[in-house]
T-cell receptor, first 115, second 112 residues
Framework: GAGVSQSPRYKVAKRGQDVALRCDPI?????LFWYQQALGQGPEFLTYFQNEAQLDKSGLPSDRFFAERPEGSVSTLKIQRTQQEDSAVYLC?????????????FGQGTRLTVV | EDQVTQSPEALRLQEGESSSLNCSYT??????LFWYRQDPGKGPEFLFT???AGEEKEKERLKATLTKKESFLHITAPKPEDSATYLC?????????????FGKGTKLSVIP
């Protein structure tokens, strides 16, 4: 595809439910990032993959959050036992080179609402 | 810890009224300062990367400049389609050097 694709666009989960958010990066992009954006705030870093290797997961807020990119392309962010404070837009970004010095392209995000 | 502060939080301009947005930052070893534009319901759209003090970049009505402590996004003769939230972010060379630290953004409204 032409850009970064995220699905679903919207997700409503009951508190305690597990959710999985998908990111399809631009083909051939080495770097993949997940960010969390609360309403009225800037994005906050969650985790970074270089190909299939998760090189930085320091931003994951708790052990309920887990991300994977097993074949170095599609990535999934999983949140277990969702809580109301998990409600936010989850953004995925990819870039051609390693790290973030090269131009990064963001997807439209998945808006998660926990009720 | 890297920090980014953007001002003002919101800015209303008449069409054609030029102005500047400010991004103040503290970072341990700047690897890059990034400007993004974000429209409602969309992901951030890349505008510029600046790497060192004194650097300037331009794109249509936008010009970004960088000093050792802040960056400015100058908007010349804005049009209503320039209305968006403008985000500033830094990448440092310390621990967590892969991540961008974003400010809260400046919401720009350009009135016809």
């Amino acid at each position: 595809g032409a850009g970064v694709s995220q699905s679903p666009r919207y997700k409503v989960a009951k508190r305690g439910q597990d959710v999985a958010l998908r990111c399809d990066p631009i083909s051939g992009h080495v770097s993949l990032f997940w960010y969390q954006q609360a309403l009225g705030q800037g994005p906050e870093f969650l985790t970074y993959f270089q190909n299939e290797a998760q090189l930085d997961k320091s931003g994951l807020p708790s052990d309920r959050f887990f991300a994977e990119r097993p074949e170095g392309s599609v990535s999934t962010l999983k949140i277990q036992r969702t809580q109301q404070e998990d409600s936010a837009v989850y953004l995925c970004a990819s870039s051609l080179g390693a790290g973030m010095n090269t131009e990064a392209f963001f997807g439209q995000g998945t808006r998660l609402t926990v009720v | 810890e890297d920090q980014v502060t953007q001002s003002p939080e919101a800015l209303r301009l008449q069409e054609g009224e030029s102005s500047s947005l400010n991004c103040s930052y503290t970072v341990s070893g700047l690897r890059g300062l990034f400007w993004y534009r974000q429209d409602p319901g969309k992901g951030p759209e890349f505008l510029f990367t600046l790497y060192s003090a004194g650097e300037e970049k331009e794109k249509e009505r936008l010009k970004a400049t960088l000093t050792k402590k802040e960056s400015f996004l100058h908007i010349t003769a804005p049009k209503p389609e320039d209305s968006a939230t403008y985000l500033c972010a830094v990448q440092g060379s310390g621990a967590g050097s892969y991540q961008l630290t974003f400010g809260k953004g400046t919401k720009l409204s350009v009135i016809p």
